[in-house]
């Protein structure tokens, strides 16, 4: 454990130090300004401890943003709109709502691509296509269009989700489902196998392996959309609407403490799928 945890341990603080520094150097000229203006000349010491004490600094220190997190979730009620976990919860549903129909969208693409040569030729390009189209182009489209029919709320954010995480599933359920051998797939005919059997007891199990790894880049990618589905529609609640709020306002601390709870929200889904792999593989036998 002392091997594996040295590492990641020596990043983090590489990371931390680097942040510090930064703060100072992108923070300075505030404190120089002050300084200036009130016609006194700053230490070293006192010039650091202003960097890293600003209400409204260009980049907060570390310190500052884990005084933010602490007050946003431990002070602060999960029902408060000022919470983070509140504002998590709303990204969660449509993050969890975009991935589920994300991953059936992906996998029913994924099987009528390897079984289907029409699909392989025609739907597989367009697909791939679909992702050279910047999000934050669609988004707005996509919540108008969806608005102008009369849905809003939860659905429009989960459509942006669902776009950007159903790409990954589909490629890694098709190379999945294309994984068996040529020597398995004559073993099944030997057998007399129909493509039904076939494909339940060889190609869907060979493609656990990746589908699980499509899974873990789809949880994130559809995190990503959910934040992005909040900032074109006025929203008023979720991790977007957080870091919306905190760029009118000028308020660094509060972007960064939303960052920072949005990379542990991706952090904590992407390891529960984790888990669920490594207990999915060692009952088929595969780890």
Known sequence: ?????????????????????????????????????????????????????????????PHQVAVELWQTTVEKKVTSKRSLI??????????MLGFVLGTLLGIALAVGIVFNRTMDMSVM??????????????APMIIVVLNAVGISGLLPKAVISMYLSFFPVVVGMVKGLRSPS???????????????????????????PYLFTSLKIAMAASL?????????TG?????????????????????????IMA?????????IIGVLQRITLRRMGMA
């Open 86 to 95: 509140y504002h998590a919860w709303i990204t969660f549903s449509s993050t």
């Open 182 to 208: 040529v020597m398995q797939l004559d073993q099944m005919r030997t057998w007399n196998a129909s493509p039904a059997q076939t494909f339940w007891r060889l190609r869907f199990p060979s493609s656990m």
């Open 1 to 61: 454990m002392t091997r594996s945890l040295l590492p990641v341990l020596t990043v983090v603080s590489a990371i931390f130090a680097m942040w510090y520094v930064a703060s100072v150097f992108l923070n300075a000229p505030w404190a120089y300004d002050n300084a200036a203006r009130a016609g006194v000349e700053l230490s070293t010491a006192e010039l650091i401890a202003d960097t890293w004490a600003q209400d409204k600094p260009k980049l907060p220190a």
């Open 224 to 232: 990503v959309g959910a934040i992005v589905g909040e900032l074109p």
């Open 125 to 138: 390009p367009w697909v791939i296509a679909s992702q050279t189209i910047p999000i934050l182009a669609i």
């Open 235 to 259: 929203a008023v609640a979720g991790l977007g609407a957080r870091l919306l709020a905190g760029s009118y306002y000028g308020q660094t601390i509060q972007i960064w403490s939303a960052l």
């Open 263 to 271: 990379a542990a929200l991706a952090a904590a889904l992407v390891g």
